[in-house]
């Protein structure tokens, strides 16, 4: 089965840039009509969509950060990574990688912390 495993820095300092890779095994990031999303949820907030990229490499944003964000891929080592630059306090925030299979299944990563401070 689909499996995702986020990678990266744990810290990150103000004005930086983060960047974090989600190594996708059990399945091809090339499958066609699969979405794969980067999601995070700052302390006591809900879930916040950040972008995705799609099975074509087409990618998509919010517009709330698309200005200060970047989604790519490396198909060859069946990878989709994220950059996000200007870094904040107000970015420290659980982030996840999933995909969403189809309409009724989408599968999650366990999340990586990032905390933004000096």
């Known amino acids: 089965q689909v499996q995702l495993q986020e990678s990266g820095p744990g810290l990150v300092k103000p004005s930086q840039t983060l960047s974090l890779t989600c190594t996708v095994s059990?399945?091809?990031?090339?499958?066609?009509?699969?979405?794969w999303s980067w999601i995070r949820q700052p302390p006591r907030s809900g879930l916040e969509w950040m972008g995705a990229?799609?099975?074509?490499?087409?990618?998509y944003y919010s517009p709330s950060i698309k200005s200060r964000t970047s989604i790519f891929r490396d198909t060859a080592k069946n990878q989709f990574s994220l950059q996000l630059t200007s870094m904040t306090p107000e970015d420290t925030a659980l982030y996840v990688c999933?995909?969403?299979?189809?309409?009724?299944?989408?599968?999650w990563g366990q999340g990586t912390q990032v905390t933004v401070s000096s």
């Open positions: 990229i799609s099975y074509d490499g087409t990618s």
């Open positions: 059990g399945g091809s990031i090339t499958t066609t009509y699969y979405a």
């Open positions: 999933n995909v969403r299979v189809n309409v009724l299944k989408s599968i």
